[in-house]
């Protein structure tokens, strides 16, 4: 396995993060796949704590959500062909996600199940495609970088994205009350698409 620099992420971050990305073999059987895209994503996460000079790996909770050595926070995403992982000791941060999908629409008929209002509207009048698969990416990078600050499971209209496509970024807005009685702060996020995948990152 072949841990490299992702430059894609680079561009898509503040500077203060490392971030490394890994392809997976698409010969895998479905029940290996699952194990070899859990490897390669740890894998991904070690050699971005590794550059930021942190001892330690990252465990399992009880939840099964990802814990990072003190000190570090960070993020891991994996599809059927790439695996990437994004960390950082930069205190100024206090969340962090990222998220690698394949390069695919979502069709229409799901909306209600995926988008509020205000989102199904701008998929309906945006031509800028693959709009609707770009939101959901960044939903689950912001799912991930609130999940540490706030302990609170959310679905996907309980996260509101506002697009600003001409920069290919966006900010996230959480519209449920956060489990620990405090208010979450609004995440901040950029999004590509690049050789057939939609990346997206997010950070508080």
């Known amino acids: 396995m072949t841990v490299c620099r992702s430059e894609v992420l680079v561009g898509l971050l503040p500077g203060s993060v490392t971030t490394f990305q890994t392809e997976l073999d698409s010969s895998c059987q479905t029940l290996s796949r699952r194990s070899a895209e859990f490897r390669a994503g740890r894998a991904c996460a070690h050699a971005a704590l590794r550059g930021l000079g942190v001892s330690g790996t990252v465990t399992r909770r009880p939840d099964r959500s990802p814990h990072w050595p003190q000190g570090s926070i960070g993020s891991i995403s994996h599809c059927a062909h ?10 100024e941060l206090s969340g962090l996600g990222v998220d690698v999908e394949e390069d695919l629409d979502i069709s229409v008929d799901l909306d209600p ?3 509020t209002t205000q989102e199904r509207q ?3 009048t945006t031509e800028y495609l693959p709009l609707a698969a770009i939101l959901v990416s960044a939903k689950e990078s912001a799912f991930k970088s609130w999940y540490p600050i706030t302990g609170t499971q959310l679905e996907f209209t309980d996260v509101e994205i506002t697009l600003d496509l001409s920069a290919r970024g966006f900010f996230a807005d ?3 009350p956060s489990q620990t009685g405090n208010q979450p702060p609004r995440v901040r996020g950029r999004f590509a698409r690049h050789a057939g995948h939609i990346f997206t990152t997010a950070w508080a």
Do not use: H, I, S, Y
Request: hydrophobic share 70%; proline share 0%; charged share 20%.
């Open 82 to 91: 790439l695996a990437v992982a994004v960390a950082t000791t930069d205190r």
């Open 113 to 115: 199940l995926l988008f």
């Open 122 to 124: 701008v998929v309906r």
């Open 174 to 176: 959480m519209l449920k």
